[in-house]
């Protein structure tokens, strides 16, 4: 099975269903099909210094080109290379060269920022549409399970960004396990308002054509712009990152309506904190919510918590239950998943460690570095737990570990102290140098509106729920917290503020 099979399967089955924009004037899956057939040749056509090009590159916001680019690139059996656009001039050029020989499709205003680069043949959107429709559609090529779908480039917060290799079987299998054919009511509109290079807009792509579910795209993310869309558009699905969620329920408060249509809301990218999960529940008592775990390297989601998990959860007076609010839910039916010690050794319920999984959409393949994987199992770096009836926990990354003193502190165990306070809207935790525990304690905390919440307050209140080793040595109130746009806290950006003020 290939990415193309799954767009040839629904454009047989539901050939005049809207696939992609507009209620009104979208493209079917069968005008989706040829497009993107047309989009292989232009692809097969394409030449740098007389050879062929290699890769499909993308630099470019949302849009109806990017179901279009990435079926054509399977057509054509290239990997498809969908780059953050966000990233600073030096870092977008020497990530683009990267991908040298290739075509890059771009958003006109990078040509500006990127310049010229040997091996690339670059074209705006729109004159990539134009080849397209002056093009016949390409019979293309059938490629092979093991062939490169999909590269994706992680966001390099310790170095280069590496490229995940995600090939055919893996996203197929990932699209084949959480979706069925052909399953959606044709009134479904899913609104996509991740960026496309980001695993869950490429995901959203395949799932959605598999079952029949209308495409929707925000070029870029605005509440207000959302919220519009969602009702105009008569959502009924969508994925959102936290901070997105949060100043979604600010506007659908604000003027008081919710989007009609709304029933499937889910979630992830970052840690959600519980009370603006329970605001949204709150708001949106209609809507079915989902917290969806995954990572690049396993082809998008393994755990998920589905609605009945957060009803039922909300409803009880089980502090265990309850707490599984927090959860990031259980595996897939198609995933193992384990928690081990350094050592590599499974650990019981209720003891963290690394988060470790295997099934058939786990990659965990680097295209300069190789595989990850042994014995079929992928180490996430990512610490968590299990709890007795197998929701999983996640406190952080394992490099986000705080050691104080010889002792492993985890950042979000404290951070669940501080957005405990009402007072707080947000907290981020790092460490930083000291000569004399190795690293110290900081916190960055977001105050709600009019609070006077101190620094006093927030120590006292971890000295009483945690260990006095918990207790932050600082407490910094900021107006906000950075965030990738994919809803990622950016603890490097705190972790460098920390140490600079520590040296003044």
Not at 326 to 355: N, T
Request: aromatic content about 6%.
């Amino acid at each position: 099975m290939n990415i193309g099979l799954l767009l040839e399967m629904a454009a047989e089955g539901m050939p005049d269903r809207i696939a992609v924009g507009s209620r009104a004037g979208g493209l079917t899956y069968a005008e989706l099909l040829a497009d993107s057939r047309r989009a292989a040749a232009v692809i097969r056509r394409s030449r740098v210094g007389g050879a062929p090009v290699e890769r499909v590159g993308m630099l470019d916001l949302n849009s109806e080109t990017l179901p279009v680019l990435l079926f054509g690139a399977a057509f054509a059996d290239l990997p498809f290379v969908p780059m953050n656009y966000r990233l600073a001039d030096d870092k977008l050029r020497d990530l683009v060269a990267r991908n040298a020989p290739g075509l890059l499709v771009v958003d006109p205003p990078i040509i500006d920022r990127i310049g010229e680069v040997d091996g690339l043949l670059v074209r705006t959107r729109g004159e990539f549409r134009e080849l397209v429709d002056a093009s016949d559609p390409d019979s293309g090529q059938e490629p092979g399970v093991e062939d490169i779908a999909i590269l994706l480039f992680t966001s390099g917060t310790t170095g280069a960004p590496k490229a995940a290799v995600l090939r055919h079987r893996h996203v197929t299998s990932y699209v084949l396990t959480a979706n069925e054919y052909a399953s959606a009511d044709e009134d479904e509109a899913a609104l996509v308002s991740v960026p496309p290079y980001h695993i869950a807009g490429v995901s959203a792509i395949l799932s959605a054509v598999y079952s029949g579910r209308r495409l929707v795209y925000l070029p870029s993310f605005s509440a207000q712009e959302w919220v519009a869309t969602a009702r105009e558009e008569r959502i009924t699905h969508a994925m959102v990152v936290p901070t997105m969620l949060d100043r979604i329920l600010d506007v659908i408060e604000a003027d008081g309506g919710e989007p009609p249509a709304l029933r499937h809301l889910s979630y992830g990218g970052g840690p959600m904190p519980v009370p603006v999960l329970e605001r949204a529940m709150r708001l949106l008592p209609d809507v079915g919510f989902v917290n969806a775990y995954g990572l690049t390297e396993t082809a998008s989601t393994i755990s998920i918590l589905t609605p009945e998990d957060h009803r039922a959860a909300a409803a009880s007076d089980d502090p265990a239950v309850r707490a599984r609010l927090g959860s990031v839910g259980r595996p897939l039916p198609s995933i193992e998943l384990e928690i081990r010690d350094p050592l590599g050794r499974p650990l019981p319920p209720g003891e963290p460690g690394e988060v470790w999984v295997r099934g058939e959409q786990v990659a965990g393949e680097y295209l300069d570095s190789g595989s990850r994987v042994t014995g079929g199992w992928f180490p996430t770096r990512d610490n968590g737990y299990l709890d007795e009836g197998g929701y999983l926990f996640l406190s952080g990354r394992l490099d986000d570990v705080i050691v104080r003193g010889g002792e492993n502190i985890s950042p979000g165990e404290i951070e669940d102290v501080l957005l405990d306070h009402p007072d707080v809207a947000e907290a981020a935790v790092v460490g930083v140098p000291d000569l004399q525990w190795g690293e110290r304690i900081v916190a960055y905390v977001v105050a709600r509106p009019g609070a006077a919440v101190t620094e006093a307050d927030l120590q006292s209140l971890v000295r009483g729920r945690l260990r006095s080793t918990c207790m932050p040595e600082r407490v910094t109130f900021v107006d906000a917290l950075p965030y990738s746009e994919t809803g990622k806290l950016l603890r490097r950006v705190l972790r460098g503020q920390a140490t600079e003020t520590a040296k003044a």
